[in-house]
T-cell receptor, first 112, second 115 residues
Framework: DAKTTQPNSMESNEEEPVHLPCNHS???????IHWYRQLPSQGPEYVIH???SNVNNRMASLAIAEDRKSSTLILHRATLRDAAVYYC?????????????FGAGTILRVKS | DTAVSQTPKYLVTQMGNDKSIKCEQN?????MYWYKQDSKKFLKIMFS???????INETVPNRFSPKSPDKAHLNLHINSLELGDSAVYFC??????????????FGPGTRLLVL
């Protein structure tokens, strides 16, 4: 599985935007970039995914570099409820089995 | 309605016992998974079933045996529990078994403590 690198932790103020980076320099052409997050004492939840173009949904935006070797998850206005561990995961659409390979993720702390 | 549910939420037991964790999904998905999150918080896949067929078995001790009575259920039975089995176990489901765009939906977790 292609690897991703994320900062161990980040801090943000409430109501401000948060940019969570992810490096994936060995990404292959068949890898989608997925983001999941895990709120305290809960199971992981899907946030967003993309292949080449930037993506927006009600939770966040995903900005993908032109060479696809990095991406950034953008939370437009962080709330206390966004404090969680954020995981950047590559998913190969050719892969049989569909497992998620989680790294250490980024712990996001949101200050009020 | 809870999409992916697990029972029990907490499980405290003695070493050597046998226990089961149940998982049910009401999303109509074909594929279900078990993940383990250890004390260092790393999440790792254990098993995956597609239409009641085992498709992933990630070098888990054979004391762990998944059972899928139907597409909506994937239970995890653990024999001869050991201290190292203490962890949070998450069940998940997805529509299909391929990677790429597929989204997985996770249950709330079962916190297992082996004394």
């Amino acid at each position: 599985d292609a690897k991703t690198t994320q900062p161990n932790s980040m801090e943000s103020n409430e109501e401000e935007p948060v940019h969570l980076p992810c490096n994936h320099s060995t990404i292959s052409g068949t890898d989608y970039i997925h983001w999941y997050r895990q709120l305290p004492s809960q199971g992981p939840e899907y946030v967003i995914h993309g292949l080449t173009s930037n993506v927006n949904n009600r939770m966040a935006s995903l900005a993908i570099a032109e060479d696809r070797k990095s991406s950034t998850l953008i939370l437009h206005r962080a709330t206390l409820r966004d404090a969680a561990v954020y995981y950047c995961i590559l998913r190969d659409f050719m892969e049989y089995g569909n497992k998620l390979v989680f790294g250490a993720g980024t712990i996001l702390r949101v200050k009020s | 309605d809870t999409a992916v549910s697990q029972t029990p939420k907490y499980l405290v037991t003695q070493m050597g016992n046998d226990k089961s964790i149940k998982c049910e999904q009401n999303l109509g998905h074909d594929t279900m998974y078990w993940y383990k999150q250890d004390s260092k918080k790393f999440l790792k896949i254990m098993f995956s079933y597609n239409n009641k067929e085992l498709i992933i078995n990630e070098t888990v001790p054979n004391r762990f045996s998944p059972k899928s009575p139907d597409k909506a259920h994937l239970n995890l039975h653990i024999n001869s529990l050991e201290l190292g089995d203490s962890a949070v176990y998450f069940c998940a489901s997805s529509q299909d078994r391929r990677g790429g765009q597929e989204t997985q939906y996770f249950g709330p977790g079962t916190r297992l403590l082996v004394l």
